[in-house]
């Protein structure tokens, strides 16, 4: 797809500003350098840089338009998806870019990726032949006419379109492209596993209510952002499906904690007034999932209210699975109180937990600044007190 001197151009530009770069570029290549791909391609690189990172060095992948790239998975969360998966036979109906297909594939003997787009299954095509996946056929077809017509498979992979006709994103699980709800019968028919990618928005509680067969849901985040809710369908009844808090570290290390909402529920706990030496906010896959009381039991902490879902603890709780900051001290919305507690910070990170003012509101209120060392918690306790929380993050 891509002549020498093309890929010469893209190598000797492959950090430029793209639209500059786009203004300037057919006064600085010759008649033979393809100006639009390779102008994809430096783009292509540029945003897989910090999403596909084993990728982005790689002369010989082509890379598709923007678009494709924003919504492909990041290299971290196709990985851990790689890992859910294996046997002899596998289709993602859903292919794109082929990110998680690239992944999971090399788990099975066979491998189907079935894209609609004419253009994604070339490059799929190319890709999939430098990447040595031997095992992958490319499907050009519409995946519902795919999957009505195929083999049954040992698992099916989907990622549903989350973008309306004119464009606009999408979170309902009706809304995507395609409806799965219309097509999960037929899809535990063609598979004892079907493993889907949803959007981090999505109430789990809900999707639970709306999808057949869920044994598994996976809450899964990147360096503590949520990037994606996985629900693993299975043929077999499950009684009760688990749930999955998964956090990928900047070392792609995966931390993992699972629960049932059974035991969640019923889980004993005596909410705290006192705030002691240390406060934690657990990580954004535990706050998606709603795993608030049982962590008082997998760790020594005391919830702080309800609704906070803030912890706190006399002594230092070093595995504790979220941030962990030291107090320094904490004041009640007294004025007189709250001027002293204040005194010459100008600076602070704030976050707000339970309170009935918002975190911009609050800052112009409080007259202070985004940034500096000091972390503010604005949040309710157990009495119903509201207090502010001033802290300094714990690096131990």
């Given at each position: 797809m891509?002549n020498d001197?093309?890929?010469?151009?893209?190598k000797?530009?492959?950090?430029?500003?793209?639209?500059?770069?786009?203004?300037?570029s057919h006064?600085?290549a010759?008649?033979?350098?393809?100006?639009?791909?390779?102008?994809?391609?430096?783009?292509g690189?540029q945003l897989a840089a910090?999403?596909?990172?084993s990728?982005?060095q790689?002369?010989?992948l082509?890379?598709?338009?923007?678009l494709?790239l924003e919504q492909?998975?990041?290299?971290?969360?196709?990985?851990?998806?790689?890992a859910?998966?294996s046997?002899?036979?596998f289709?993602?109906l859903?292919?794109?870019f082929?990110?998680?297909f690239a992944f999971?594939?090399?788990?099975f003997?066979?491998?189907?990726?079935?894209?609609?787009?004419?253009e994604l299954?070339?490059?799929?095509r190319?890709?999939?032949k430098v990447?040595g996946?031997?095992s992958?056929?490319?499907?050009?077809?519409?995946?519902?006419?795919?999957l009505?017509?195929?083999?049954p498979?040992d698992a099916?992979f989907?990622?549903p379109?989350r973008?309306s006709?004119s464009?606009?994103?999408?979170?309902a699980i009706e809304?995507?492209e395609?409806n799965?709800?219309?097509i999960?019968?037929?899809?535990l028919e063609?598979?004892?596993?079907v493993l889907?990618?949803l959007?981090?928005m999505l109430d789990?509680a809900?999707?639970?209510?709306?999808?057949?067969?869920?044994?598994e849901v996976h809450v899964?985040g990147?360096?503590n952002e949520?990037k994606e809710?996985?629900?693993?369908?299975?043929r077999?009844?499950?009684p009760e499906p688990?749930?999955?808090?998964?956090n990928?570290?900047t070392?792609?290390?995966?931390?993992?904690?699972?629960?049932?909402?059974?035991?969640?529920?019923?889980c004993p706990i005596?909410?705290?007034s006192?705030?002691?030496?240390?406060l934690?906010?657990p990580?954004?896959?535990?706050?998606?999932?709603?795993?608030?009381?049982s962590?008082t039991?997998?760790?020594?902490?005391q919830?702080?209210h309800p609704?906070?879902h803030l912890?706190t603890?006399?002594a230092?709780?070093p595995?504790?699975?979220?941030?962990?900051?030291k107090?320094?001290?904490?004041?009640?919305l007294?004025k007189?109180?709250?001027?002293?507690?204040?005194?010459d910070?100008s600076?602070a990170?704030l976050?707000v937990r339970n309170f009935?003012?918002?975190a911009?509101?609050?800052k112009?209120?409080l007259?202070?600044?985004d940034g500096?060392?000091?972390?503010?918690?604005?949040?309710?306790?157990a009495?119903g007190?509201r207090v502010?929380v001033k802290?300094l993050?714990?690096?131990?």
């Amino acid at each position: 797809m891509s002549n020498d001197a093309t890929t010469r151009f893209i190598k000797a530009h492959r950090c430029d500003d793209v639209r500059k770069l786009a203004l300037q570029s057919h006064s600085r290549a010759g008649s033979d350098v393809d100006i639009p791909f390779a102008l994809t391609q430096i783009e292509g690189r540029q945003l897989a840089a910090a999403k596909i990172p084993s990728w982005e060095q790689r002369d010989d992948l082509i890379f598709p338009p923007r678009l494709a790239l924003e919504q492909c998975s990041s290299e971290a969360a196709a990985r851990y998806k790689a890992a859910l998966l294996s046997g002899n036979t596998f289709a993602d109906l859903t292919g794109g870019f082929g990110v998680d297909f690239a992944f999971i594939a090399p788990n099975f003997k066979k491998a189907f990726y079935v894209e609609r787009q004419k253009e994604l299954c070339e490059i799929a095509r190319h890709n999939w032949k430098v990447l040595g996946l031997d095992s992958a056929s490319v499907e050009n077809a519409d995946c519902v006419a795919y999957l009505k017509k195929m083999s049954p498979v040992d698992a099916i992979f989907m990622d549903p379109a989350r973008r309306s006709a004119s464009g606009k994103k999408t979170v309902a699980i009706e809304n995507a492209e395609p409806n799965l709800l219309e097509i999960q019968d037929l899809l535990l028919e063609k598979s004892s596993t079907v493993l889907i990618k949803l959007s981090p928005m999505l109430d789990i509680a809900q999707s639970l209510n709306k999808l057949k067969q869920v044994a598994e849901v996976h809450v899964v985040g990147v360096d503590n952002e949520c990037k994606e809710l996985l629900f693993l369908l299975k043929r077999e009844q499950t009684p009760e499906p688990q749930i999955h808090c998964v956090n990928i570290d900047t070392k792609n290390d995966v931390e993992k904690i699972s629960f049932r909402y059974s035991g969640e529920k019923a889980c004993p706990i005596e909410y705290t007034s006192e705030i002691g030496e240390y406060l934690y906010e657990p990580n954004v896959t535990l706050l998606k999932a709603g795993l608030f009381k049982s962590l008082t039991q997998m760790y020594p902490v005391q919830k702080l209210h309800p609704d906070s879902h803030l912890y706190t603890s006399q002594a230092l709780v070093p595995d504790f699975p979220g941030r962990i900051f030291k107090v320094a001290g904490f004041s009640s919305l007294n004025k007189k109180e709250l001027k002293h507690f204040l005194k010459d910070l100008s600076k602070a990170n704030l976050t707000v937990r339970n309170f009935p003012v918002g975190a911009e509101e609050l800052k112009k209120k409080l007259r202070i600044a985004d940034g500096g060392e000091v972390f503010l918690f604005a949040t309710t306790l157990a009495d119903g007190k509201r207090v502010l929380v001033k802290t300094l993050n714990c690096k131990s």
